[in-house]
């Protein structure tokens, strides 16, 4: 994994809590924080993506379009790819 060094100043509250965690789990300050923030970066992503899917998928025309491909897919008597 490449990785670059950044200088950020931070509240020393905080640093002594950070220490203490990585202290207790054996990693350097570093891979802890950089592992706490690579979590709190998919998390970010997945809400944006779930925010972006509710959008879509809150549209009254989309959900209509979609009713409307079900109850077809339901009626056309083939059930091949609907065994769900």
Same mark, same amino acid.
């Given at each position: 994994?490449?990785?670059?060094?950044?200088?950020?100043?931070?509240?020393?509250?905080?640093?002594?809590?950070?220490?203490?965690?990585?202290?207790?789990?054996?990693?350097?300050?570093?891979?802890?924080?950089?592992?706490?923030?690579?979590?709190?970066?998919?998390?970010?992503?997945?809400?944006?993506?779930? +925010?972006?899917? +509710?959008?879509?998928?809150? +549209?009254?025309?989309?959900?209509?379009?979609?009713?409307?491909?079900?109850?077809?897919?339901?009626?056309?008597?083939?059930?091949?790819?609907?065994?769900?």
């Amino acid at each position: 994994m490449n990785t670059q060094k950044v200088a950020i100043t931070i509240p020393s509250d905080l640093v002594v809590m950070i220490d203490a965690i990585s202290k207790q789990r054996k990693v350097s300050r570093s891979r802890f924080i950089s592992t706490v923030l690579r979590e709190k970066l998919i998390e970010e992503r997945n809400r944006h993506l779930k +925010d972006a899917y +509710d959008s879509v998928f809150s +549209d009254k025309a989309i959900i209509k379009e979609q009713l409307e491909t079900a109850k077809w897919l339901e009626g056309s008597g083939n059930k091949v790819g609907q065994e769900w």
